[in-house]
């Protein structure tokens, strides 16, 4: 009623800005007050969210237009870093390069192969979708265990690549996988790929277990016809927040890649074979400690981020259309 009698009074009151302003604060207000006992609950972790979140983000921008080497006082220099970031440091454009190559490849590779899995492993009996989920869960979850490609690409007779094509006889003599540049950033993608089945894995498992299996049946009566259009017009529609936060995922560990490049490729990588914009950016953090430089690094690779993640969005809307 309240509700009601709030919009009643803002129909009759003059067209304009301010009135429709002034009657969407009263109405917002009128719920605060309303539902105030969730505003407490929810208190806690906005207050973390906007202190360890928020503000460092807010504060590493403000850096990022300052000379800041953690010794002295920030010196307010403008837009220095940015021009200096895109067009002198050559180092950059490569790492930049090779992020957009490695995004744009294991991106949507890994985010359709999180899809696929958990579509097929869904249709599993309980006891084995457990199993399985485990199988291909378990990469993820275990530490450095990438590691082990090291031991596949190592660069002597004894590594299991080279062993494996010298005795075939493809090649005569060890090539060093992770030491060339024409091999280390595919190598790269392909253990990304394979340490993928991660958090977005399980997320589409989750969706795909709280589909209401009553539409399946509406949907055969309004004409959908085999599993595909189930899939288009049914599945994904009712999963779009477990889509939405599975791109998410996959948009920031694709765009911030460094651990495997940095264990395998070694840092920095030979001529930057394997450099990136996260490798770059501990380069001048946690290195040189140039912090307004590395703020700048940081604010570039967070404007790519928020913006890949808007496209996204907006094509996930279209999704069962």
């Not at 009759?12 to 719920?31: M, N, T, V, Y």
């Not at 700048?296 to 279209?318: C, D, S, W």
């Amino acid at each position: 009623m309240q509700k009601t009698k709030i919009a009643a009074e803002i129909m009759i009151q003059p067209k304009g800005r301010s009135a429709g302003l002034q009657g969407k604060w009263e109405l917002f207000i009128k719920d605060v007050k309303r539902d105030r006992h969730l505003y407490v609950l929810l208190a806690p972790y906005v207050l973390l969210f906007l202190l360890f979140t928020v503000l460092p983000v807010v504060i590493s921008i403000f850096f990022s237009f300052t000379h800041f080497n953690m010794l002295e006082a920030p010196r307010w220099i403008g837009w220095e870093n940015y021009s200096k970031l895109l067009w002198n440091d050559d180092v950059f454009l490569i790492g930049l390069k090779n992020t957009m190559i490695f995004a744009v490849i294991t991106g949507p590779v890994s985010y359709i192969a999180c899809f696929v899995f958990a579509w097929l492993i869904n249709e599993l009996n309980p006891k084995v979708r457990a199993f399985m989920t485990l199988v291909f869960f378990a990469p993820s979850i275990s530490g450095n265990v990438f590691f082990i490609w090291q031991f596949i690409f190592s660069g002597d007779s004894y590594g299991i690549m080279n062993g494996f094509l010298m005795k075939i006889g493809i090649i005569y003599e060890p090539i060093l996988w992770l030491q060339n540049p024409k091999y280390m950033l595919t190598i790269i993608i392909v253990v990304q790929l394979w340490l993928s089945l991660g958090t977005s894995f399980l997320a589409f498992i989750a969706g795909l277990q709280t589909v209401d299996r009553t539409l399946y049946e509406a949907g055969a009566v309004d004409g959908v016809k085999n599993r595909w259009q189930e899939l288009w017009f049914i599945t994904l529609p009712s999963m779009r927040p477990q889509l939405m936060f599975g791109a998410v995922i996959q948009i920031t560990s694709s765009l911030a890649v460094a651990d495997v490049a940095m264990a395998l490729a070694g840092f920095p990588s030979v001529q930057y074979g394997a450099h990136t914009v996260v490798t770059h950016l501990v380069d001048y953090g946690t290195i040189r400690f140039e912090m307004g430089y590395a703020s700048a690094i940081a604010t570039v690779l967070f404007i790519l981020m928020l913006g890949t993640n808007l496209v996204v969005q907006k094509l996930l809307k279209r999704v069962g259309e």
